[in-house]
C-alpha cells in the first residue's frame, strides 16, 4: 500500500533532505584520484552525526541475516548500485564513481521534540531520505562524460514527469525514451521506490521505464506520496548481475554504468525535490 505523508511530515522530510543533499555534495567533492572509499565512509558517517541523523543503509537487513556494512554505497564502473565503501577502494583516474547514501532524520529526542513530530514507523522517529550521483574520477572518455550527462537528464526528466494526476508507467516511459534516444540502456531489475517512513517501503515500484506493456499494474500520482526516483543507466546491456561481495549489482556485459537519484514529494500542484 502507498504511504501519504501529512503536509508537516512533508515539510521536515525537506529539511532532512537539505542536510543530506549537502552532505552528498560535501562527499562527493573528496572524490579524487588517490582517495579511498573508506574515507569517504568516515566523512559521511561523521556528518550525519553531526547532522543529528543516522545512517539509512548501515546494518540495514538485506535479506537472510545479512546487513549492509556502510553508510555508503560506493559503486565503481561497471558497478551500478551497493557496492559497500569498506573495505576501501583507491580511486583511479578514469573511475565513474556513484555515490548514494540515505539517512533517518532526526533521530535525537530532543530535536523531535523541537519540530513536534516524529515517525511513528521507526523506532528512532526520524524520516528518511535517499539520494545520489554520479561524479567523474580525473579525466574521463567522451562517451563516459555523455553517459555521466544522460543520466542526469534522464533524472530530470523522470523529475518533471512527478506530478498529481501523471502515472508512474508515463514517468518511467519518458526517461527510458530520452535515454534510448541517446544510445544508452536503462536497466530493468533494480527501480526506485516509496520512502519516507522506511528508507525503502514497498510501494510504489518507481520503474525507470514503460512497464504496463509487461503487465505490470500502473500507478496513479497523487498529492502525499514521496518517492525515490533512481534511473540506473549503462553503456551496453540492461543486463545485470550479483557482483563484490554479494552485495553491489553490475552489469552483465562489463560495460560503465551511473546513477542519479532525488527524493521527490508530490505535491497539489507539481512536486517538491526533497534532497535538492
Not at 529526542?109 to 531520505?129: L, M, P, R, V, W
Not at 544508452?184 to 518507481?206: I, K, M, N, T
Not at 561481495?245 to 562489463?254: E, I, W
Amino acid at each position: 500500500m502507498v504511504s501519504i505523508k501529512s503536509k508537516e511530515e512533508i515539510v521536515i522530510l525537506r529539511q532532512g533532505g537539505k542536510i543530506l543533499g549537502r552532505i552528498l555534495r560535501a562527499v562527493a567533492d573528496k572524490a579524487k584520484i588517490g582517495v579511498s572509499t573508506a574515507e569517504l565512509e568516515e566523512i559521511a558517517c561523521a556528518l550525519i552525526e553531526k547532522s543529528g541523523g543516522r545512517p539509512a543503509f548501515k546494518n540495514y537487513e538485506i535479506h537472510n541475516g545479512r546487513y549492509f556494512p556502510t553508510a555508503l554505497c560506493t559503486s565503481i564502473n561497471e558497478e551500478i548500485v551497493h557496492g559497500p565503501a569498506v573495505p576501501g577502494r583507491i580511486l583511479k583516474n578514469g573511475d565513474l564513481l556513484s555515490i548514494d547514501i540515505g539517512m533517518e532524520w532526526p533521530v535525537r529526542k530532543a530535536e523531535q521534540k523541537k519540530i513536534g513530530i516524529s515517525n511513528s514507523h521507526s523506532s528512532d522517529g526520524g524520516f528518511y531520505t535517499d539520494t545520489a550521483l554520479s561524479v567523474p574520477i580525473g579525466k574521463i572518455s567522451a562517451k563516459n562524460a555523455k553517459l555521466l550527462r544522460v543520466t542526469k537528464k534522464s533524472l530530470e526528466i523522470g523529475i518533471a514527469e512527478a506530478r498529481p494526476g501523471n502515472t508512474l508507467n508515463n514517468l518511467g516511459r519518458a526517461i527510458q525514451r530520452y535515454v534510448e534516444k541517446n544510445g544508452f540502456s536503462v536497466v530493468r531489475d533494480l527501480v526506485g521506490h516509496g520512502v519516507g517512513y522506511q528508507v525503502h517501503e514497498s510501494a510504489p515500484e518507481v520503474f525507470n521505464y514503460e512497464f504496463t506493456k509487461y503487465g505490470i499494474p500502473d500507478t496513479i500520482l497523487k498529492p502525499g506520496m514521496v518517492i525515490a526516483i533512481e534511473p540506473m543507466i549503462t553503456a551496453g546491456s540492461y543486463h545485470i548481475k550479483s557482483g563484490r561481495g554479494g552485495y553491489a549489482m553490475v552489469t552483465a556485459d562489463g560495460s560503465m554504468a551511473a546513477h542519479f537519484e532525488h527524493t521527490v514529494a508530490i505535491k497539489e500542484k507539481g512536486n517538491i525535490v526533497i534532497t535538492e
